[in-house]
């Protein structure tokens, strides 16, 4: 049964459903719903929910970039200002062939009640069973991926020129992941505000040493986590002449996490490694490209001909001009975000 079932949500009578603030949060919170913010880039910008996407209402690409985003069937929480352009877009998408629920109110709402709210930006894919998976981009390495109320952070970071507090800004984490030690990676105290009594931390051996404790995972290891997730530790290193130092082979892990047959590999700092070869039907790709530590932007490339993901997001870029990539790899969905 779908979560709309049972809430018992009521039918507004055009093939979607209207829900007050508190609804559309218990609605929400499960997980199983994709948020769409169909405010304007610059409203989303300047605030939106925690998890949710953007999809511009005034595109005249509209109801073409949710098809394209969103299988049919996908079951869509949507939300505007104050109510009116995302009812409309309820009742596009409905007529479509979504399942949609539409906050009464809006933004506005949500905000004069102090609910909470974000300036991440946020890429949703959804899974084989049209389950959605949220990762929000927060800064340079630094990810969180929340699927089916799960929440899992990937290397977070208090500072590096854009100060998340975490204690405020996101509630515990069921999983951590932390790639290798270096501190745009590896923050003890980012680490310390995330961690409930249920927290879960994994990483390479010496983040390991260096906190006292958590699950220790090496190159070619693999793990089970909660709601039937795949965990897989890949190498990440260098091996141009000059820069082995920064990353040295067998030290530090890239990730690969499946989810629901959704594959997401999370490459942490590495060049374009043979190891890559192996990688296979990626579904989204983190890739860096920062040389001297991590790739060049033709390194980045080959890497992603290697890889063949479906969507590429670079990332860890710093001052690097990836602005090129798009064009370099035709035939790849690559989205170029904030994610300095």
């Known amino acids: 049964m779908s979560i709309l079932s049972l809430l018992g949500l009521f039918a507004c009578g055009s093939g979607y459903n209207n829900l007050s603030t508190e609804e559309f949060a218990k609605a929400i919170a499960a997980g199983e719903m994709a948020v769409v913010d169909v405010r304007t880039p610059d409203e989303y910008a300047a605030g939106h929910l925690p998890g949710a996407s953007n999809c511009d209402w005034f595109s005249k690409d509209f109801l073409s970039n949710m098809e394209a985003a969103y299988p049919k069937g996908t079951q869509l929480a949507v939300y505007c200002r104050s109510g009116k352009r995302s009812a409309a877009a309820a009742a596009k998408l409905s007529k479509a062939g979504y399942k949609v629920i539409n906050m009464l109110g809006g933004y506005l709402a949500w905000t004069q009640e102090n609910r909470p709210v974000t300036q991440y930006a946020v890429e949703t894919f959804i899974t084989g069973s049209g389950a959605p998976v949220a990762i929000t981009l927060i800064k340079h390495g630094t990810l969180a991926l929340s699927y089916k109320g799960l929440s899992i ?188």
């Open 153 to 340: 952070h990937v290397d977070p970071v208090a500072g590096l020129g854009k100060p998340t507090d975490y204690a405020t800004e996101f509630s515990k984490a069921d999983v951590i992941l932390v790639t290798h030690e270096h501190g745009d990676h590896f923050d003890k105290e980012a680490i310390a505000a995330l961690t409930g009594d249920k927290t879960e931390l994994i990483t390479n051996a010496r983040c390991g040493e260096m906190l006292g404790y958590g699950t220790v995972m090496a190159n070619g290891d693999s793990a089970d986590l909660p709601n039937g997730i795949k965990l897989e530790a890949v190498p990440a290193y260098n091996y141009t002449e000059g820069h082995t130092m920064f990353h040295p082979k067998g030290r530090d892990n890239g990730f690969i996490l499946t989810i629901d047959g959704l594959r997401i590999y999370i490459a942490g700092d590495t060049e374009d490694i043979p190891e890559m070869a192996g990688i296979k039907g990626i579904d989204v790709a983190f890739l860096p490209v920062n040389q001297p530590y991590t790739m060049t932007v033709e390194q980045c490339v080959n890497a992603a001909k290697i890889i063949q993901p479906k969507v590429l997001i670079p990332y860890h870029f710093s001052q690097t001009d990836i602005s090129g990539l798009p064009q370099l790899l035709p035939g790849i969905d690559v989205r170029l975000r904030e994610m300095q």
